[in-house]
């Protein structure tokens, strides 16, 4: 069974920076592509950044060029740098597997607010 820990969200003025981290559980975390996603309030869940595990990435359309996906196999991470936040990334950030598995973990807050 794998397992997802988030961490790094916080409150943040309009322009901005957080970085998440993401910790996985579970065996041979460096052959699966992994992603960010994010649930703000009354919507749905929705994808945010992904990475290959040979490193390609690929994002929204609203965060390209804010936001970089990394992550590092050694250390069972992946990591989102966040700039220029705005008021509009306020959500819940969620890291899984790319396509998600149903193992979702709690998530990290980030509210963008002045």
């Known amino acids: 069974q794998v397992q997802f820990v988030e961490s790094g969200g916080g409150l943040v003025q309009p322009g901005g920076s957080l970085r998440l981290s993401c910790a996985a559980s579970?065996?041979?975390?460096?052959?699966?592509?992994m992603a960010w996603y994010r649930q703000a309030p009354g919507k749905q869940r929705e994808f945010v950044a992904g990475?290959?595990?040979?490193?390609?990435?690929n994002y929204t359309d609203s965060v390209k060029g804010r936001f970089t996906i990394s992550r590092d196999n050694a250390k069972k991470s992946v990591y989102l740098q966040m700039n220029s936040l705005k008021p509009e990334d306020t959500a819940v950030y969620y890291c899984?597997?790319?396509?998600?598995?149903?193992?979702w973990g709690q998530g990290t807050q980030v509210t963008v607010s002045s």
């Open positions: 899984n597997r790319r396509p998600a598995t149903d193992y």
């Open positions: 990475i290959t595990r040979g490193g390609n990435t």
């Open positions: 579970g065996s041979f975390f460096g052959i699966y592509a």
